[in-house]
Every structure is written in structure tokens, then in C-alpha cells.
């Protein structure tokens, strides 16, 4: 993923390293995503399902990373097949949508994201009937598909990039390419930008005797989307995958999907204190990010699903990548016609400065969630390009922040993994594969390596933890994978795959997919609202985000009630009074570090 969720993809922090350190001790990471299921700023309507909501919005959508789900032929790679051998998980969890990370063809210079043909998928993975096979059965299980669509870049081994390196023909500009600047008869590229993953981003091609832009590694080119050919031809691929029934797609780094005209223009110094001058914090980047042009290509995606929707009757859901503060409703976003939607990954600065203290807040999520609420529909806490649930927070606030994003009014994304509570591993500098880490060398690797957040799923307690038959996956498997793990969770009852499965099932009642969320107790520690109304029942969601235990009293208003029934606890009470079934008095209720409970009223 480019950026990324963007997310990164690349998730590709945008903040300087001290602001990356600080991310671990702030409560909600808010990354900004813009869900694209409109025309004119119309909500998309489609067909309807569960309560009259689109499917997107009543799904749970967790994030498949390929290479680290399900190995089938003993690689050490996961595939497709290790995918469909799965499937049955998800219906135990109760998720009806997965996404999956890119499997294309590719030379994996950055895991799938240099894509040399976009309509292929990568041998390592599988075979188009694979693919095929994998979205029959997924249907066949009620389980939507989701595909990354990578637009912005492609590998440097891509057909097309390899045809405008003659300079002649139809491929001739379809990249970034310029004849730089002349510096005392020295050719040097045109501009000071510099690539998401540090250091220039010009790259200079001996054969077409030009430099052409790449944002990530330099055998990523970029795309020129002010090539009408190269826009018409994307949205071929985007039918390619249509027509073999894809149900919808998440836009991969859509922010860096155009530049500036003038590519002789500079990029202001961003003036973030302790930022080297070949980091991509080191500018602030207003030629090369979110730029005005890119809600008119982003729309005719649009229209290219709506012609699939009006075939079969069957909704199609689009959401892009896009980490930037603006599209949550001011007059400068890109994605203005289309309803937006907030993640819970990255808080915005001034929310995150409130907090520099190193404490989760409750009062400041609540912040968040009331200034954006009205238009929001999805929510995630990770993904393939940011620090797992339980590095960022601890491992003893990974059930309370399931529950937050499973009961919030909308659509929660889950990464691989975060149902267990898997933990983070450990790799070295020389075994380090992500290269954005290895960009930064030895001393600095751990800052940027995504290595640690990928590492195989942790299926049994038997060797490699079930994701492989080879004696070396591609990335080691967590050492303590004998007890956590999907079969011991699954068999026992407080585990956190099976609160996960609990929340995930309670969301599907009514009172889970009214749109109305009224906030409840709310200071430093709790987080608590209200979802349902009279006539769907009403439910208190009531969560101790902080580091202190605290006592309140949550029988005002809007709870107004004086008893709640247990019908989730976060599995780590030690008192009777808190298990499931239970009736408790609500006039003085004390929550601990990580305790959340959902109450019926």
C-alpha cells in the first residue's frame, strides 16, 4: 500500500519519527479514509440488505495480507489456495467481507506492490482459476471479495513501462519523465521532491536519456494521469477484475495519483524539528499529494462499477487509501463530492498534541467521533503498514479496542491477526525484508520496517503454528504461537478470537446498525454511548481506555436506566458479578485499565 489504512499502505507514516514514537501512547490513531459510494455527493444506494443498508455496511471487512495468511503447497509462501482452505474461519468469526492485499503479478520489490501486470496474478500466489475458485467459494459462503487496486504505480518489468522506454508509440508518456535541469553542464532532475520512502525520487534511465518520477522504490514508476490513454486503459483493469466478480476494491495510495503541471516547482521545507533532509517528512508536499485532479479519475471508477451494479443488481463498494486531515469536510479536499469516512488509526495533530502526555484518552476519541460522525462509515485500528493493536497500545487493551471498533455505528476493518491479539516479531537488520526499512540502515530500520506487523498467521500449536509445511517461512512465525493461536483461542471460552466472534455477531442486531450513537460517561479512563433505540433495544457500551480504574455512575441520561444485563465482557474480570448473563447495578460501576462490557438496557 502506497502513502496507508495511504494505507500504508507506503499504510507509510507521514509524520517525523518523533511523532511515529508518540503514536504508541496515543489512544486512537485516526487515519483518514473517503468511502467512495457516491455520484454528486448522493450516498450510493444500491441494493439493499440486512436493515436496508448496503452490504458494506453491515459486514465486518478483515484485511487479508497474502503472503502471511495460509501457505497451501509448502513455500513458505501464502497463496490463494491457503486462502480458500479458510474460508470456513471466517464464518465462525461472522465476517461477511475480506480484502485482500495485492496478488499480482509482480518482481516484489515492495510485496506485490510493483505490479508488472495488473491483470495476471503472481505465480508465488496461484493462477487466475485460482482467483476464480477463491471468489466462488467466498460466495458460496455469503463472503463479499475486496481487492487492493494499486492505480498510481506499476514495475519498472510492466509492459508499458518498458514500451515508453523507447520514447516512441502509444507508451511514450504514459510515466513521469523529464529532461531535468542543466547545472554547469551537469544534468540533475527538475525539482527537490523526494519518495515516500526517502531519498530522490527521480531516477535517471540511461536508454530514454530522461528521469522518470517514481514516489516509492525506484522500480515503481508513476503513472501520468493527465494521459487520458492511461486513465481509459486503468479503468479496463478495473473491469477486468469486475467481470470475474470482484465485489469491490480498496484504491491503493490514491493521494499520490497526480503532481503538479510544472514539475520545476520546488517543495517547501516542512521545518519539523530532527527530520534529515533525504527523509519525505524533510518537505511538505504540495505538488505531489492530494491535488484537485484527482476526484475526477477517482469518479469515473466509480462509474466504471455502476455499470457492473446495473447489469447484476449487485452494490459494489470502493474505498480509497488516503492519510490527510482535509477530506473530513473542508473546502480543499479532492474527494468533496463523495462521503467520507474516519478510521480509528491517527489522531489529528492538535488531538494528538493533548495527549503528548503518553496517555490513552477517552475524552479525545470522543472528540474526534462527535466532530466527524455524521459522516462516517468505516473504521480500522491497523493494517499491513502500521504496528500491530498490541505494540501500539499493549496486549491487555486489544479485546477493549476490538470491542470499540466492533460497536461502533458502521463498518469496522480487521487486520490478519488482531482477533488473536497477535503480537509483533522480531527481525534483524540483515533478515529485514519491507524495503522502506532498509532504507534507513542498521540504526534506523526499526522505525520503518513493516516487517514486524506481517508475520504468519498463528493457526495451532503444531510446527511453523500450521501456516507452512517449509521449514522457513518467509517471515518467522511469532515464538509464542504454541498458546496463541486460532485452535487453542477457539476452545476456550474468554479467549480473545472468541470475544471477537461474540462482538462480531452482537453487531448484527438492529440496535448495531442504527446510525445513532449517543455518548454516554466520558473522561480521561471510560468511553461509553448508547446504540438502539426503544424499539430495537437499547445497548450501553461502556470501555476503560485509560491507565486508572474508574468508578461512575451511568444511570442519567441518555442511559437512563439503573440496571444493564452482561452480554459482553472483554474476558478479564475477576469477579463473578461481570460474566455474561449477569444483571449489574449501573448507579456505580468500576471499570479497570482495559475492562469494557456491552450491556443490554
Known amino acids: 500500500m502506497k502513502g496507508a489504512l495511504k494505507g500504508k499502505s507506503k499504510e507509510r507514516l507521514q509524520n517525523s519519527p518523533n511523532e511515529k514514537q508518540n503514536f504508541s501512547t496515543i489512544f486512537l490513531l485516526v487515519q483518514l479514509i473517503v468511502v467512495l459510494a457516491a455520484i454528486g455527493g448522493y450516498v450510493w444506494y444500491g441494493r439493499q440488505g440486512?436493515?436496508?443498508?448496503?452490504?458494506?455496511?453491515?459486514?465486518?471487512?478483515?484485511?487479508?495480507y497474502p503472503r502471511s495468511f495460509k501457505d497451501s503447497d509448502g513455500d513458505g509462501v501464502g497463496d490463494l489456495r491457503g486462502i480458500i482452505s479458510k474460508l470456513d474461519y471466517f464464518?465462525?468469526?461472522?465476517?461477511?467481507?475480506?480484502?485482500?492485499?495485492?496478488?499480482?503479478?509482480?518482481?516484489?520489490?515492495?510485496f506485490g506492490y510493483d505490479i508488472s501486470n495488473h491483470t495476471d496474478v503472481d505465480p508465488i500466489f496461484?493462477?487466475?482459476?485460482?482467483?476464480?475458485?477463491?471468489?466462488?467459494?467466498?460466495?458460496?459462503?455469503?463472503?463479499?471479495?475486496?481487492?487492493?487496486?494499486?492505480?498510481?504505480?506499476?514495475?519498472?518489468?510492466?509492459?508499458?513501462?518498458q514500451e515508453s522506454l523507447k520514447g516512441t508509440g502509444k507508451y511514450r508518456d504514459y510515466f513521469m519523465w523529464s529532461d531535468g535541469k542543466s547545472s554547469f553542464g551537469r544534468k540533475k532532475p527538475p525539482n527537490n521532491w523526494l519518495g515516500v520512502f526517502s531519498g530522490e525520487c527521480w531516477r535517471w534511465n540511461e536508454q530514454r536519456k530522461q528521469y522518470y518520477y517514481h514516489a516509492f522504490v525506484k522500480e515503481q514508476p508513476d503513472l501520468n494521469y493527465r494521459n487520458p490513454d492511461v486513465v481509459k486503459d486503468m479503468n479496463d483493469v478495473l473491469r477486468f477484475w469486475m467481470e470475474r466478480g470482484v465485489d469491490g476494491i480498496r484504491v491503493d495510495a490514491i493521494m499520490k495519483l497526480f503532481e503538479s503541471e510544472n514539475i520545476f516547482q520546488d517543495e517547501p521545507r516542512s521545518n519539523r524539528p530532527g527530520v534529515p533532509a533525504f527523509q519525505y517528512e524533510y518537505l511538505t508536499h504540495i505538488h505531489t499529494e492530494n491535488l484537485p485532479e484527482i476526484g475526477d479519475v477517482v469518479r469515473g471508477w466509480?462509474?466504471?462499477?455502476?455499470?457492473?451494479?446495473?447489469?447484476?443488481?449487485?452494490?459494489?463498494?470502493?474505498?480509497?487509501?488516503?492519510?490527510?486531515?482535509?477530506?473530513?469536510?473542508?473546502?480543499?479536499?479532492?474527494?468533496?463530492?463523495?462521503?467520507?469516512?474516519?478510521?480509528?488509526?491517527?489522531?489529528?495533530?492538535?488531538?494528538?498534541?493533548?495527549?503528548?502526555?503518553?496517555?490513552?484518552?477517552?475524552?479525545?476519541?470522543?472528540?474526534?467521533?462527535?466532530?466527524?460522525?455524521?459522516?462516517?462509515?468505516?473504521?480500522?485500528?491497523?493494517?499491513?503498514?502500521r504496528k500491530r493493536v498490541s505494540k501500539r497500545f499493549g496486549a491487555e487493551y486489544v479485546n477493549v479496542l476490538n470491542m470499540l471498533l466492533l460497536t461502533l455505528k458502521g463498518t469496522p476493518t480487521t487486520y490478519y491477526g488482531e482477533e488473536l491479539g497477535m503480537e509483533e516479531i522480531e527481525v534483524s537488520f540483515e533478515d529485514t525484508q519491507d524495503p522502506w526499512g532498509i532504507n534507513f540502515g542498521k540504526e534506523r530500520y526499526t522505525e520503518f520496517s513493516r516487517d514486524p506487523c506481517r508475520s504468519p498467521l498463528q493457526w495451532d500449536a503444531f510446527s511453523q503454528s500450521g501456516f507452512t509445511t517449509s521449514s522457513k517461512p518467509w517471515l518467522p512465525v511469532h515464538p509464542g504461537y504454541k498458546t496463541c493461536n486460532v485452535q487453542v483461542q477457539k476452545n476456550k471460552k474468554d479467549s480473545s478470537l472468541n470475544i471477537y466472534k461474540s462482538l462480531a455477531t452482537l453487531r448484527e442486531a438492529t440496535a448495531f446498525q442504527d446510525p445513532d450513537v449517543q455518548f454516554a460517561v466520558v473522561n480521561d479512563e471510560i468511553l461509553s454511548y448508547v446504540r438502539g433505540t426503544a424499539n430495537t433495544g437499547r445497548y450501553l457500551v461502556t470501555m476503560n481506555l485509560g491507565h486508572d480504574s474508574s468508578t461512575a455512575d451511568y444511570t442519567k441520561d441518555p442511559v437512563s436506566a439503573k440496571n444493564g444485563r452482561v452480554v459482553v465482557n472483554t474476558g478479564n474480570f475477576n469477579e463473578s458479578k461481570f460474566n455474561v448473563g449477569k444483571s449489574l447495578s449501573l448507579s456505580s460501576l468500576t471499570l479497570k485499565p482495559g475492562q469494557g462490557l456491552v450491556l443490554k438496557l
Not at 440486512?50 to 487479508?64: A, D, N, R
Not at 461472522?94 to 509482480?106: D, E, G, H, Q, T
Request: glycine letters at 4%; hydrophobic letters at 35%.
Open 50 to 64: 440486512h436493515s436496508g443498508l448496503e452490504w458494506w455496511k453491515t459486514s465486518v471487512i478483515y484485511q487479508i
Open 91 to 110: 464464518q465462525y468469526l461472522n465476517v461477511k467481507a475480506i480484502w485482500l492485499s495485492p496478488f499480482y503479478r509482480s518482481p516484489m520489490k515492495d
Open 126 to 161: 496461484g493462477t487466475l482459476k485460482d482467483f476464480d475458485d477463491l471468489v466462488t467459494e467466498s460466495h458460496r459462503r455469503d463472503i463479499k471479495v475486496i481487492i487492493d487496486f494499486v492505480p498510481n504505480h506499476m514495475s519498472d518489468q510492466h509492459p508499458w513501462f
Open 302 to 385: 466509480r462509474k466504471v462499477m455502476d455499470e457492473y451494479e446495473a447489469k447484476d443488481g449487485q452494490s459494489r463498494f470502493m474505498v480509497v487509501e488516503l492519510y490527510d486531515p482535509r477530506p473530513l469536510g473542508t473546502s480543499t479536499t479532492t474527494m468533496a463530492p463523495c462521503p467520507s469516512t474516519l478510521t480509528l488509526q491517527r489522531v489529528s495533530r492538535p488531538i494528538a498534541e493533548e495527549t503528548a502526555s503518553g496517555r490513552l484518552s477517552a475524552t479525545n476519541t470522543t472528540i474526534c467521533l462527535q466532530a466527524h460522525g455524521p459522516s462516517l462509515w468505516m473504521y480500522n485500528l491497523g493494517n499491513h503498514d
